[in-house]
């Protein structure tokens, strides 16, 4: 098979997985989308909602200005995804290309986009934020070996 074939076969007939369903995981499913992408699509996020609009919930909603369900994110396109929420990924198989949820089942892929950012916490050892890293990035200020990837830009920084 050629290059070429397989990627065609890729395109129509692909499993793409997203763990991560906040905004970086939307955009990047909707740019699959628009680039022609028509196989499987999934998006994992441990939150039981659709991505939303974070500012807005934090601030408008709990002062009573907005509604919850008005913080939804804007949609660029159709995605046709199939959305596994309020189910965290535990664990990966690279080799099998398998996807551990928290409730025990795996979800199989061809190909696979992390974008989970990170949980902020006292008194726990984390990565640097997402917004950080993207800050430095950037400025081509990355820790030395490191690796960044913004698939959703500089959203938030």
Same mark, same amino acid.
């Given at each position: 098979?050629?290059?070429?074939?397989?990627?065609? !076969?890729?395109?129509? /007939? +692909?499993?793409?997985?997203? $763990?991560?369903?906040?905004?970086?995981?939307?955009?990047?499913?909707? *740019?699959?989308?628009? /680039?022609?992408?028509?196989?499987?699509?999934? #998006?994992?996020?441990?939150?039981?909602?659709?991505?939303?609009?974070?500012?807005?919930?934090?601030? *408008?909603? #709990?002062?009573?200005?907005? #509604?919850? /369900?008005?913080?939804?994110?804007?949609?660029?396109?159709?995605?046709?995804? *199939?959305?596994?929420?309020? $189910?965290?990924?535990?664990?990966?198989?690279?080799?099998?290309?398998? $996807?551990?949820?928290?409730? +025990?089942?795996?979800? /199989?892929?061809?190909?696979?986009?992390?974008?989970?950012? $990170?949980?902020?916490?006292?008194?726990?050892?984390?990565?640097?934020?997402?917004?950080?890293?993207?800050?430095?990035?950037?400025?081509?200020?990355?820790?030395?070996?490191?690796? !960044?990837?913004?698939? +959703?830009? #500089? !959203?938030?920084?």
């Amino acid at each position: 098979m050629t290059a070429d074939s397989l990627l065609k !076969a890729l395109r129509e /007939e +692909g499993r793409i997985v997203i $763990v991560g369903a906040s905004l970086a995981g939307l955009r990047a499913a909707e *740019q699959l989308r628009e /680039e022609g992408f028509t196989g499987s699509l999934t #998006l994992i996020g441990d939150e039981p909602h659709e991505p939303y609009d974070r500012p807005p919930l934090s601030k *408008q909603v #709990l002062i009573g200005r907005a #509604l919850p /369900e008005d913080t939804a994110l804007p949609r660029r396109r159709a995605i046709d995804a *199939q959305w596994r929420l309020g $189910v965290a990924a535990i664990g990966l198989d690279r080799d099998r290309r398998r $996807v551990r949820l928290a409730d +025990g089942e795996d979800v /199989e892929y061809d190909r696979l986009l992390i974008a989970t950012g $990170v949980a902020s916490g006292r008194g726990r050892t984390r990565p640097r934020p997402r917004w950080m890293v993207c800050a430095c990035c950037a400025r081509g200020r990355t820790p030395p070996g490191s690796t !960044a990837c913004c698939p +959703g830009g #500089l !959203a938030g920084c």
